[in-house]
């Protein structure tokens, strides 16, 4: 879904065309995602080396909905039932670890202790753990609802 420099490009896959293509203005974009209710797109990019960010465009316009504030990397996945649910996160993968409650686009938490990035991350089905494994070689479980490691 995503293409360098400037582009995010979602296509048909039936017919192989481009369906929606969003100008990002100057992002390089890293990654592209849809949430499970497909409703948004959310990148994660550089406009330069100190800049990172994490937009949410509408999948259906391709209009910027929000540029998300708070400590900021590549963004990893989007958890929960859709977007407009007040237990969907927003998680990127750079250490630390950033949440995000969908519904108000507040910064939730920040998961600590990784001395590099993170390499996975995956939610439980029911949105309340994430587990996350580092290039520090560590693998670390959280408690999505406080931020507050399991073990």
């Keep these: 879904m995503a293409s360098h420099p400037d582009t995010v490009r979602v296509w048909d896959v039936k017919s192989e065309k481009t369906i929606l ?3 990002t203005t100057g992002l390089s974009v890293v990654e592209a995602i849809y949430p499970p209710d497909m409703t948004m797109i959310a990148t994660g990019g550089k406009f330069s080396k100190k800049d990172i960010l994490i937009k949410i465009w509408d999948a259906n316009t391709g209009k910027l909905v929000v540029n998300l504030k708070g400590h900021m990397g590549d963004v990893s996945c989007l958890t929960g039932p859709g977007l407009e649910a007040t237990r969907s996160y927003l998680v990127q993968r750079t250490a630390p670890i950033g949440t995000w409650n969908t519904a108000t686009w507040h910064q ?3 998961l ?3 001395t590099n990035n993170i390499s996975s991350i995956a939610p439980s089905p029911n949105n309340r753990v994430l587990a996350s494994a580092s290039w ?3 693998a670390r479980l959280w408690y999505l609802d406080n931020g507050q490691p399991i073990g």
């Design 21 to 23: 293509e969003i100008k």
């Design 108 to 110: 939730i938490t920040v």
């Design 112 to 114: 600590t202790g990784y």
């Design 136 to 138: 520090d070689n560590t």
